[in-house]
């Protein structure tokens, strides 16, 4: 599990910010954050869970782990299907005036990817 220091502690990147804070936005990532921090839990688990599809769940993963908020490992079942696990990295986030001007000064022109 990769360990994230808390914004503001450290020279995040304005795009690291917008990444992180644009995956935080939508109310169904909030729900499977708070899910995941029960333990580990499979796709389908979290698409019961949450009563979203499990395509549509997948994807607010990815966005999730895109901004490192989340780690995904997949592994074999008895069956040899392929599973998909996913857990949450510890992060903190402290904003202030002051450090989403820092990090407003290293916005890259393109954003980010």
């Not at 333990?39 to 490192?68: F, I, K």
């Not at 392929?82 to 005036?97: Q, R, S, W, Y």
């Amino acid at each position: 599990m990769t360990e994230r220091s808390q914004l503001g502690e450290h020279s995040g990147s304005g795009d690291e910010l917008v990444r992180t804070l644009s995956a935080l936005s939508n109310p169904h990532r909030l729900r499977i954050l708070a899910l995941l921090l029960q333990g580990r839990v499979h796709v389908s688990g979290l698409a019961r869970e949450v009563g979203l599809s499990r395509p549509l769940v997948h994807m607010h993963l990815q966005r999730l782990e895109a901004a490192g908020l989340v780690t995904g490992q997949l592994e074999l079942s008895e069956d040899g299907k392929a599973l998909k696990f996913f857990e949450v990295n510890p992060f903190a986030l402290h904003l202030t005036p002051e450090t989403v001007a820092e990090a407003a000064r290293t916005l890259s022109k393109e954003g980010p990817k």
